[in-house]
């Protein structure tokens, strides 16, 4: 029973209170009404704001004790000297629950911690949970429900769900929604994480029935870290949870105290280790994160195996290719004699090697725009085949769409994850990309993004298959 | 004397005869002569071909005997089954060398590499020099020369040569030089090296004053490497070399050998080691490979230590970007007083560390437009500071360009590299980022990326340091 939960109210409150709304643009704070009005929160919206008669159009309040609704979620974000106060004053038995969205706290000394301190048991004290501070969220897109700093224009609803310690999507919160076709769910930041952790967040997430991938970044764990590993493992059974750990080294783990407060510790192979028997997928970097939730999102069908076949346009990128998928515990499949049969009358005047099968060659001795059609439907269909890595043609290069999509939307009724990358590297906001990825065929940057990926996923079956 | 090399009238012929030219789009021939016209080739083109009376408008030839000329390269690009009987006719006193493009030889087998011998044989005996077979070069584009098969409409000059096994640069070559924003001064392919090897290559763009980067794609080394080896730790004296291996695994290998009949064997551990000691900077993927040419390319003053200062904009991705440091043997700066006192007017109410320099912090408190010229300009005068790796804002904050920009471009003349990543990841053709770049600074598409190319930069001047 998902509605039970405590969190439930903040991803899906019916009235929302911003103290200190703006509509001056050159705060940061006038998106925060602003966004909602823009992607049609269909709450009741409560700016507070002294110094206002109306944000956006929106009657605003002087404080929070002239709103005489209740309030599920009260957003704070004004300056950390007058966070203490307003919580003093809270009318508790009208709110739901606070989004602290202010720094300045723990993750500045002494003197910050003491005041948080305060704050959490002023909040304790009245039976209200809080999210931060230093934390920018919630999110929660079937509610077109935003806190953001960020001008967002809309917010495609998606299966992904993020925590993060921070707001570290933030500048790149839109581009993610956008060109990076990511469709969210949920998001949450956790910040000095004074009362919410990453325990309450999972635990939401993990019963969630809109999220289907997890996506979890943190600087440290709170507490001893059992209940964390607990959940996480419980987790996993059911959705992938992909994590990316800030503070790994000694010098990260510095610069993360000051950050979020966090005690990082730089505890990277104890960490690694646990995080191993809990069936999470590790991600080294910010980009993987991104792929990684982008592969799981799109691939919602694990491969059978870990039999990959690949297809490139030049050959030395099959080589290189090959590699990456050896180095990731893929192994090259064997396609069989009816794949053979198949793809024979492409071949140049000599037998060439179905996997990695060169398109490079393909092309240079027939020409015709249906190559890419027959290999994709004979590995589809080839029992030796778990799961596909292809490169699509130069763009400059003659194919003709209906031969070309077809076959790779096919991949999900068959059940095998396929994968993509271009010839070039960037640039993956092109119309064929747009096409592909619509339907759920994902296209990543590169070959190593792509193998990585695939990878990934079969790690996450090799996991899942060991119950 | 890098006249006397016979590869100099491979890049810079006077006249090119190319056998099996054609003006039928539906063949990728007709880009040979179509793209020499395209760019601006000055020299003199003799296509040949016994079906067309001219090609684009050129005179045609029936067969390169009724040339009267002489010619400094025979580009081949026919049938390989008709190959050894040009060989056999070549008009061998009036050429300099030949580029064999064609493929089917020794990669694909006994019958082909008997063939191969032989044309090698005929060649020797006539004295005259060959590329390939199966390989698709070479490119100078200081003299507008280029074979490609794939439409090239410019060719911008740079100071990066590439040598490759194969030809696994062109379908993404036209982004590499357009959106990728890299200039190329040389290309050479290997292809199956009937003749032509990589301590050819090697030894000559070593000696181009043109090529300040050198980036080599090889399967295997031909022989038994001494000579390689030899000729790699000279080079790396004077300009980077920048190795991508394909074949590192087992199954790389044995994909290499169908693929340019290369004997890769896998020999990962003994190559990388050998690698290590002749200076070289190993790239582990196609990514890295072309990263890190951008940044010897954009870079060429080496940092005088490995002490980085780090600006991001949000905190989350500033304890990743330590981590990612520490990981790639970067130390994090401590900058000195003078940098204090410059930048403490811009903290929030609190006192924020200066290194990494959290821009989220900093702009919400303080949304001055020269937040970014205080920071760098302070970071490039500061003597406890070797490198910077700065994220760019995210693109719709206000940032007035003429505070932005200057800073940056004073790097140069400060001897530190500076490289920077935008909040988003990919699409890294915006008009700030060409602004950048047209002034040598680089634009990563991310901090693992850009941490890494910084990286590569300071373990080549630790080599550098021992001599």
Known sequence: MIETHFLHRFFNPKSVAIIGASQNTSSVNHHLVNNLINIGYKGKIFPVNP???????????????????NIDLVV?????????????????????????????????????????????????????????????????????????????????????S?????????????????????????LIDLGNKMDVTEVDALEYLSQDPETKVICMHLEAVKGNGRKFVEILKETTRRKPVIVLKGGRTEAGAQVAMSHTGSLAHGGNIVFDSVLKQTGAIRADTLDDFLYFAK??????????????????????????????????????????????????????????????FDFGIIYSFNASTNNYHIYIESMLDDENVDCLAVQLPPLTFPIKPDDFYPPFLKAKEKGKPIALWPPHMLKLDGDVIKYLEKNSVPVFPSAAITIKCLAALNNYRLYLADF
Chains 1, 2 share one sequence.
């Open 76 to 160: 704070i974000s004004i300056p950390a000297r007058s966070v203490l106060e307003i919580i003093q004053n809270l009318p508790y038995e009208k709110i739901g629950g606070v989004a602290l969205i202010t720094g300045g706290f723990s993750e500045i000394g002494a003197e910050g911690k003491q005041i948080q301190d305060e704050i959490a048991k002023i909040l304790k004290k009245n039976g209200i949970r809080a999210i931060g501070p230093n934390a920018l969220s919630p999110i929660n897109s079937r509610q077109n429900f935003i806190i953001s700093f960020f001008n967002l224009k809309k917010l495609p609803v998606g299966n992904v």
């Open 51 to 69: 110094n206002a008669e109306s944000i956006f159009g929106i009657k605003a309040y002087n404080n929070v004790n002239e709103i005489q609704e």
């Open 162 to 186: 993020f925590i993060f310690q921070s707001g570290m999507y933030e500048p790149r919160f839109s581009w993610i929604l956008s060109d990076f076709h990511l469709g969210i769910s949920k």
């Open 295 to 356: 592969a799981f999102s799109y691939l919602p069908i694990l491969p059978r195996g870990n039999r990959i076949a690949i297809a490139t346009f030049p050959g030395g990128e099959a080589v290189l290719t090959a590699d990456l998928c050896s180095q990731n515990g893929l192994a090259m499949a064997r396609p069989g004699q009816a794949s053979y049969e198949r793809l024979k009358r492409l071949f140049p005047p000599w037998e060439v090697p179905l996997n990695p």
